[in-house]
């Protein structure tokens, strides 16, 4: 009898020692996943064995909620990466999920489960950690439909006739164009990205300059009715308070825009203001793209 457990024992061992001898793939999501009413979203993660990124793989995932019954959703990777695969989900809600992933290559296959928690997003994207929210996005279609009020005004004194007609459509067409959730986003990225720049180096916006570029921009809006109008509808206090955080971003990113010029006008000593002015803008784009690529943006 004890030669028969004995035997039995070294099966079991033999059987187990087989089963370990497989790859030891882990999966950390690299970006958190979010629940959107009617839209698929992103999901990346990231597979390594030990410290180094399993390339190569065939993965695909199903998702179940924990604690409900929604069914299950599958969701086929690709690889974007060394070892990064994403794909897209469109969930039933937020919540906690199983994900159960299967992980093939050169016909051998491995699953694993692990856990996933899906938030409820709170904006429309995500810059270096902070979200920018739809209440943002709101206040910069605002913003441009203010400019594009003071725009209409000045043509209706400066143009009359047809010259007037032909500037009206244009500018209600920039203004269309302005109003793009896209365009409004991209707006916001861009002033953030700068004004991020300018405090690595060590730039500051003061209260007093903050509150003169808001008093300058206050006076101006106050000299058009419309303008005057479409504040008091957003509300007075809720767009002044608005106003004030933008111009600490603008007060910042004019800091990095002087920077440039200034060494703009140092590297062409002998250069016009007009040829100055078109090399510091286009040195001034061209940090921007680096610095955008250079940080974490999210969209959702």
Same mark, same amino acid.
């Given at each position: 009898?004890?030669?028969?457990?004995? +035997?039995?024992? /070294?099966?079991?061992?033999?059987?187990?020692?087989?089963?370990?001898?497989?790859?030891?793939?882990? *999966?950390?999501v690299?970006?958190?996943?979010?629940?959107?009413?009617?839209?698929?979203?992103?999901?990346?993660?990231?597979?390594?064995?030990g410290?180094?990124?399993?390339?190569?793989?065939?993965?695909?995932?199903?998702?179940?909620?924990?604690?409900?019954?929604?069914?299950?959703?599958k969701?086929?990777?690709?690889?974007?990466?060394?070892?990064?695969?994403?794909g897209?989900?469109?969930?039933?809600?937020?919540?906690?999920?199983? +994900?159960?992933?299967?992980?093939?290559?050169?016909?051998?296959?491995?699953?694993?489960? *692990?856990?996933?928690?899906?938030?409820?997003?709170?904006?429309?994207?995500?810059?270096?950690?902070?979200?920018?929210?739809?209440?943002? *996005? +709101?206040?910069?279609?605002?913003?441009?439909?203010?400019?594009?009020?003071?725009n209409?005004?000045?043509?209706?004194?400066?143009?009359?006739?047809?010259?007037?007609?032909?500037?009206?459509?244009?500018?209600?067409?920039?203004?269309?164009?302005?109003?793009?959730?896209?365009?409004? /986003?991209?707006? *916001?990225?861009?002033?953030?990205?700068?004004?991020?720049?300018?405090?690595?180096?060590?730039?500051?916006?003061?209260?007093?300059?903050?509150?003169?570029?808001?008093?300058? +921009?206050?006076?101006?809006?106050?000299?058009?009715?419309?303008?005057?109008?479409?504040?008091?509808?957003?509300?007075?206090?809720?767009?002044?308070?608005?106003?004030?955080?933008?111009?600490? /971003?603008?007060?910042?990113?004019?800091?990095?825009?002087?920077?440039?010029?200034?060494?703009?006008?140092?590297d062409?000593?002998?250069?016009?203001?007009?040829?100055?002015?078109?090399?510091?803008?286009?040195?001034?784009?061209?940090?921007?793209?680096?610095?955008?690529?250079? /940080?974490?943006?999210?969209?959702l």
């Open positions: 009898m004890k030669r028969k457990i004995f +035997a039995l024992l /070294l099966v079991i061992f033999a059987l187990l020692g087989g089963c370990s001898s497989g790859p030891d793939y882990q *999966i950390k690299t970006k958190e996943l979010y629940f959107q009413q009617g839209k698929a979203s992103p999901i990346e993660i990231k597979i390594t064995e410290s180094k990124a399993v390339k190569g793989l065939t993965v695909t995932a199903e998702l179940s909620m924990a604690n409900m019954d929604h069914g299950t959703t969701v086929t990777f690709k690889e974007v990466d060394d070892g990064v695969y994403s897209e989900v469109k969930l039933p809600m937020s919540g906690k999920y199983e +994900a159960a992933f299967t992980l093939e290559k050169a016909d051998k296959e491995m699953e694993k489960v *692990i856990e996933l928690n899906v938030a409820k997003p709170k904006g429309v994207a995500k810059l270096n950690g902070e979200w920018i929210t739809a209440d943002d *996005i +709101a206040f910069y279609k605002l913003v441009n439909r203010l400019q594009l009020e003071i209409l005004e000045a043509a209706r004194v400066k143009y009359g006739g047809k010259q007037l007609e032909e500037e009206w459509a244009y500018l209600e067409s920039q203004g269309k164009l302005a109003e793009d959730p896209n365009q409004l /986003l991209m707006q *916001i990225i861009r002033l953030r990205s700068m004004a991020l720049l300018a405090d690595e180096k060590g730039h500051k916006a003061s209260d007093a300059e903050v509150e003169k570029a808001v008093e300058k +921009a206050r006076k101006q809006y106050s000299k058009y009715r419309a303008a005057m109008t479409l504040i008091k509808e957003y509300g007075d206090e809720k767009f002044w308070t608005a106003e004030k955080e933008q111009y600490k /971003l603008i007060v910042l990113a004019k800091k990095v825009q002087d920077d440039v010029t200034a060494q703009v006008k140092r062409n000593p002998k250069a016009g203001s007009q040829e100055i002015l078109y090399l510091a803008q286009q040195k001034y784009e061209d940090l921007l793209v680096s610095q955008v690529n250079s /940080l974490k943006i999210e969209i």
